[in-house]
């Protein structure tokens, strides 16, 4: 077999790079017969640049190792923990403008969504409660049941949710656009500790801002289980004590603190997404979704946790 | 006095060996450069120098802290506290304006008071011809102009060791001889060290005072190091097709 070009006036790259494909796929060198003198000296330099493929790279972010990651996360908790108690000696790696920053990020800003979503929260509940209790003539103790679900179960869970999907995921996309950039490799260099200075104060404000948020969500859910109590008819005075008589203050405050777990693990989570960020373009992405993901369901199953303390302690 | 001694590194990536025991030694007090072709392992090099990577194997010597090994990590603690760095990108703050980036690493780790510590990083950012910008964010600048704050934030500490990652790409040519200029009068006048990785052949002859060179293809089946020495002496008179290629632009066939 032979390649007849002798008709061939003009070729280009993308046509000799056909050409020798053809010739790859023979399987030997072909004798090329015909050809005018710029399409010989384009052959030969196509022919010069085929250089095999090299091995492929194994990046990290390539082969998921279980065991890794887990070392990974171990390790890390235990940095966040001597960033906590070296504090003292570090403290001007933790920037007091950076932690407002983020309290006014994930706390301020969130007041409006929390103050929706918990009062179409206490309303649906209501609403939906009130339906079979009142077949039993039971739909005053609707306001008892929506309290107590609230202020122990929905309040903290609904507000670490919003804090998981809201900035978790911006903390996230901030530290890994941060180490995509090589800041963070910048701050080790400088000899600044990234736990300090990065994981800190946004922890800090995360534990600062849950139990606000969680409580003005039980506010605006109690107000939207009262609007659905007074189209029922019950006056104001009724429903007020009807809670008060349900919910204790320790049903309160176990929820509050509660919230401030969530909202630190939800913190942690994020922020160890966010360094350990991979490299290309879809890696922020990627930080930001497992951020929301490790969040949400880190705090379920913290709810679950205390849900078996509280049992044993008699709460 | 070596500041930096290098021997028998070796860094693989998966099934890729990047390079393969590579040994050098830098002086106190010189211009060091590291030479090559683009993507044969140069910041991957600085990346060992500075401690933000261990290498495969070898061992990592820098202003007398053992950085590499089981007991590396201490050495890596006390050896960042006393360099510079400039990454290759700039890798500034991106929340933080120039003059704040600069003045980090003097609000946590000196006692001057606020105005000392900005007239302090307004000098070095006038040092790399920045004084004009030092209220800007690093997106508001150019890539030369993020380079040179890069030189200026690794400088504010006065470290004795400074490592740049190609200072003088992307730059014109007049900013690129004041930045040499910078490089040499720093040397003279502090005794600092530097390390610099740079594919500019003017810049090179200019400032280096010994360089290492390394190469893809090396060996047949990893890249390494193929020459050092004094750069003007490798362009007069190596005969290695590489070092050649690369100090007069004779391309082998
Ligand atoms: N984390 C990593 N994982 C896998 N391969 C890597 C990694 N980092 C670098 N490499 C590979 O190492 C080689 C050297 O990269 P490096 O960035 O050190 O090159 P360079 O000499 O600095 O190039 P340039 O002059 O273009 O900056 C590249 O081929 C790159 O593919
Ligand atoms: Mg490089």
């Known amino acids: 077999m032979a390649v007849d070009l002798s008709g061939l ?7 000799a790079s056909l050409l020798l494909s053809m010739e790859a796929a023979h399987g030997a060198a072909l004798p090329i017969l015909g050809a005018v003198p710029h399409v010989t000296a384009l052959l030969a330099r196509a022919r010069a640049s085929v250089t095999p493929a090299g091995p492929r790279a194994a990046t990290r972010s390539a082969s998921p190792n279980l065991v890794r990651a887990v070392g990974d996360a171990i390790a890390y908790l235990g940095e966040v923990v001597c960033a906590v108690l070296f504090l003292p000696a570090r403290r001007r790696m933790l920037r007091w403008p950076d932690l407002l920053r ?7 800003r969130a007041i409006p969504l929390i103050i929706l979503l918990g009062y179409l929260m206490g309303l649906i509940l209501a609403f939906q409660s009130a339906v079979p209790m009142r077949r039993f003539g039971a739909d005053l103790y609707v306001a008892n049941l929506v309290a107590i679900s609230l202020l122990r179960e929905l309040g903290p869970l609904l507000a670490a949710v919003i804090l998981a999907g809201r900035t978790g995921s911006a903390f996230a996309a901030e530290i890994g656009s941060m180490k995509v950039n090589q800041e963070v490799d910048a701050l080790v260099t400088m000899s600044i500790d990234p736990v300090t200075m990065l994981v800190l104060p946004r922890l800090m404000a995360a534990i600062l801002v849950m139990p606000a948020l969680a409580l ?3 506010v605006a859910g ?4 009262t609007t659905v109590m007074t189209g029922f008819g019950y006056p104001l005075i009724t429903i007020a004590r009807q809670v008060q008589a349900a919910a204790t203050p320790l049903d309160l405050f ?4 509660k919230g401030m777990c969530f909202g630190s693990a939800v913190a942690v989570i994020s922020c160890f997404a966010g360094l350990n960020t991979g490299v290309g373009p879809r890696a922020v ?3 930001a979704t497992a951020a929301v993901v490790g969040g949400i369901v880190a705090t379920i199953f913290l709810d679950g946790l205390f849900s078996i303390l509280f049992y044993r302690l008699g709460l | 006095m070596s500041a930096i001694r290098v021997s028998g590194v070796t860094q693989r990536f998966g099934a890729r060996t990047i390079f393969r025991d590579v040994s050098f030694e830098v002086r106190d007090g010189e211009v060091f450069t590291i030479l090559g072709g683009s993507g044969c392992g140069k910041s991957t090099m600085l990346n060992q120098l500075v401690g933000l990577l261990a290498p495969t194997t070898g061992t990592i010597e820098v202003l007398g802290h053992t950085i590499t090994g089981k007991a590396g990590a201490e050495g890596r603690h006390a050896m960042q506290r006393e360099v510079g760095v400039m990454f290759q990108s700039g890798a500034l703050f991106g929340s933080m304006t120039l003059l704040e980036n600069v003045m980090l690493p003097l609000e946590i780790f000196t006692d001057l008071p606020p105005d000392g510590r900005a007239a ?4 070095k950012l006038g040092l790399v011809g920045l004084g004009h910008a030092t209220a800007l964010m690093p997106a508001e600048i150019s890539g030369g102009m993020a380079k040179r704050a890069g030189i200026a934030r690794a400088m504010a500490l006065d470290p004795p060791l400074l490592f740049l990652d190609e200072p003088s790409a992307g730059l014109d040519p007049i900013t690129s001889a004041e930045l040499d200029r910078l490089i040499l009068g720093l040397r003279d006048d502090l005794g600092t060290t530097f390390v610099v990785v740079t594919h500019e052949l003017a810049s090179i002859l200019a400032i280096a005072d010994r360089c290492v060179m390394l190469d893809r293809n090396a060996f047949p089946d990893a890249g390494g190091m193929i020459a050092q020495g004094d750069p003007r002496r490798l362009r007069d008179e190596s005969t290695h097709p590489m070092v050649r290629a690369f100090f007069r632009r004779e391309i082998p066939e």
């Open chain 1, 102 to 108: 983020f309290a006014d990020q994930a706390g301020v």
């Open chain 1, 222 to 225: 109690l107000l939207g289980m």
């Open chain 1, 9 to 15: 006036v003009y070729c280009d790259l993308s046509g």
């Open chain 2, 120 to 123: 302090v990083a307004r000098m």
């Open chain 1, 285 to 287: 992405g990627q930080a």
């Open chain 1, 216 to 218: 003005i969500l039980d």
């Open chain 1, 254 to 257: 176990g929820g509050l603190f």
